[in-house]
């Protein structure tokens, strides 16, 4: 079992079987390559200690399993607000996914702190039914990269649920 999703290379990510999705074995599932842009586009802000407060992305075609890069430009710069667009690719340098993320300084110096009300699923996680999604092919593939319990529903039947998730491989992306 690979430790990550993603391996660092001179120029850019090699992307593990972690990162293999439900439809083709060697397609990524769209969830790690979002991450990925999104750490990559919060290393590339100007703004010491700010957070992301608004995220889109678009995704152009199926990223491939292997290596990929990502480009980071500060579309928008300034002091308390920023745009970040951060572009994935692979081989032929072809837009696969792009991230647009504005980013501010964060609130936190001398105001109230606000936390948000708890949620309302039925059970913790402790007492949640741990479950694998039936529709992955592929042994090694991003359902083995999560861990997930559910309190309620389930992935393999039609209908509401309420789960608990967790990060199932050791570190993602190893550190570079």
Do not use: C, K
């Amino acid at each position: 079992m690979p430790a990550a999703l993603y391996e660092p290379r001179d120029d850019g990510w090699l992307a593990t079987p972690l990162t293999i999705g439900p439809w083709d074995p060697g397609l990524q599932h769209a969830g790690p390559p979002a991450a990925l842009l999104l750490r990559e586009a919060e290393r590339a802000s100007g703004i010491e200690s700010g957070q992301t407060v608004r995220l889109a992305y678009d995704i152009f075609a199926p990223v491939p399993v292997g290596p990929v890069h990502v480009r980071t430009s500060v579309v928008r710069p300034g002091r308390r607000i920023e745009l970040i667009e951060a572009v994935l690719a692979a081989g032929d340098e072809r837009p696969l996914m792009r991230l647009s993320a504005w980013r501010m300084r964060s609130r936190t110096d001398g105001a109230t702190e606000v936390r948000p009300a708890p949620h309302p699923a039925v059970s913790g996680p402790e007492e949640s039914r741990p479950e694998d999604a039936a529709f992955f092919t592929e042994e090694i593939a991003y359902h083995r990269a999560l861990e997930w319990r559910f309190a309620t529903g389930s992935f393999n039947s039609p209908g509401p649920a309420s789960a608990w998730t967790t990060p199932g491989a050791p570190s993602w992306p190893a550190s570079r």
